[in-house]
């Protein structure tokens, strides 16, 4: 019995296929920063010098959210569950040492242990650009590491001299809050089941970055989704379509953070443009077509027993397939698949 009743079944496999057979959807997401997140490497914030808009040509520098800093924190949420309700063990499924090959998250979001087994992605994720440019989007911060009273000044812990003044303090970069990551998440060859359970994953997750930190808080503001034979603009064109859309509206201020309203507002303008102009055939559940999409998703993954239904839903198909196309022993080492 099918879960939803507001997308029609036909953009949906009865069963995972094995071979690509041209049916995507598209999750148009913004990720909204809400607290001081990190997304480095080797200590420094990723950034990339690209156009401005579409329009207008003028080089930026962007801070970039790369893919695997945005699928790693989903699939992770999606392990939880499964383990929640009992579809995953720790034992027989750990991240990025072995697989299991048989769940939702391995055959979903796939993994590789060499000659084992692998199954690629299903999930496509791509380099994210933030809207404003990196001078405005981060601040630097001076770290230090008090003593436990509290102060930067020893009272002769571990022979240290009393009063002397510690010298453990860093700077470190951090994104600024309420900046804004448009991103196109996209599933291929959907189930109804991998579609809400990708669906899920996405909204669930609420913290991206660096793990080691106690901050990274983001929110995921879904405008959309679009079924189409194909895939659609990427997310840096999307972004230099806002960004145009903005500065058009005279939106664009460095002395203070975007409006979300406004965001969002744009982004929905500028990929509805952009969608105008593809040249496959799509779907879009954008703007008021989307709410009834929403509000059905979320009856199901707010509710235990749906919940529970569609994970189940998931598990089968992911076991039938595995059964079916995935030769090797689970637990073997692995790295995770891109």
């Known amino acids: 019995m099918p879960f939803l009743k507001t997308v029609d079944s036909k953009f949906f496999h009865a069963n995972i296929?094995?071979?690509?057979?041209?049916?995507?959807?598209?999750?148009l997401t913004v990720r909204v920063t809400e607290s001081y997140p990190l997304f480095q490497t080797d200590g420094e914030l990723n950034k990339a010098r690209v156009r401005s808009g579409i329009q207008d040509q003028k080089?930026?520098?962007r801070l970039t959210m790369f893919k695997r800093k945005q699928s790693t924190p989903e699939r992770l949420v999606g392990r939880e569950l499964l383990r929640n309700y009992g579809f995953m063990?720790?034992?027989?499924?750990?991240?990025?040492?072995?697989?299991?090959?048989?769940?939702?998250?391995?055959?979903?979001?796939?993994?590789?242990?060499?000659?084992?087994?692998?199954?690629?992605?299903?999930?496509?994720?791509?380099?994210?650009?933030?809207?404003?440019?990196?001078?405005?989007?981060?601040?630097?911060?001076?770290?230090?590491?008090?003593?436990?009273n509290g102060t930067m000044a020893s009272k002769g812990e571990a022979g240290s001299k009393v009063g002397e003044v510690t010298s453990r303090i860093n700077q470190q970069d951090h994104i600024k809050p309420q900046i804004f990551f448009p991103s196109i998440v996209t599933l291929k060859d959907p189930t109804e089941a991998s579609f809400l359970y990708v669906?899920?994953?996405?909204?669930?997750?609420r913290h991206y970055g660096a793990q080691t930190t106690r901050t990274g808080r983001v929110r995921n503001e879904?405008?959309?989704?679009?079924?189409a034979d194909g895939e659609i603009t990427s997310n840096l064109r999307?972004?230099?379509?806002?960004?145009d859309q903005l500065q058009v509206e005279n939106k664009l201020n460095s002395n203070n953070p975007l409006n979300e309203d406004d965001v969002i507002m744009a982004a929905r303008a500028a990929i509805q443009t952009l969608l105008s102009e593809e040249f496959?055939?799509?779907?879009?559940?954008?703007?008021?077509?989307?709410?009834?999409?929403?509000?059905?998703?979320?009856?199901?993954?707010?509710?235990?027993?749906?919940?529970?239904?569609?994970?189940?839903?998931?598990?089968?198909?992911?076991?039938?397939?595995?059964?079916?196309?995935?030769k090797g022993k689970a637990g073997a080492t692995a790295a995770a698949a891109e």
């Open 17 to 27: 296929p094995y071979k690509p057979m041209g049916k995507y959807v598209h999750f």
């Open 59 to 61: 080089p930026i520098s």
């Open 89 to 148: 063990t720790a034992e027989d499924c750990e991240y990025n040492f072995k697989f299991a090959m048989n769940n939702p998250d391995c055959i979903i979001y796939g993994f590789a242990i060499g000659e084992s087994g692998s199954e690629k992605s299903k999930v496509v994720v791509d380099t994210a650009f933030s809207i404003t440019a990196f001078d405005e989007s981060h601040e630097t911060f001076t770290l230090n590491a008090p003593f436990e």
């Open 199 to 205: 669906f899920n994953n996405i909204l669930r997750t």
């Open 222 to 227: 879904l405008i959309g989704v679009v079924f």
């Open 238 to 243: 999307w972004t230099q379509a806002i960004y």
């Open 280 to 326: 496959i055939v799509h779907e879009d559940f954008i703007g008021d077509k989307f709410t009834p999409l929403v509000t059905e998703v979320k009856a199901v993954i707010g509710n235990e027993d749906e919940l529970k239904k569609m994970l189940k839903k998931a598990d089968d198909e992911a076991k039938a397939y595995a059964k079916k196309h995935i």
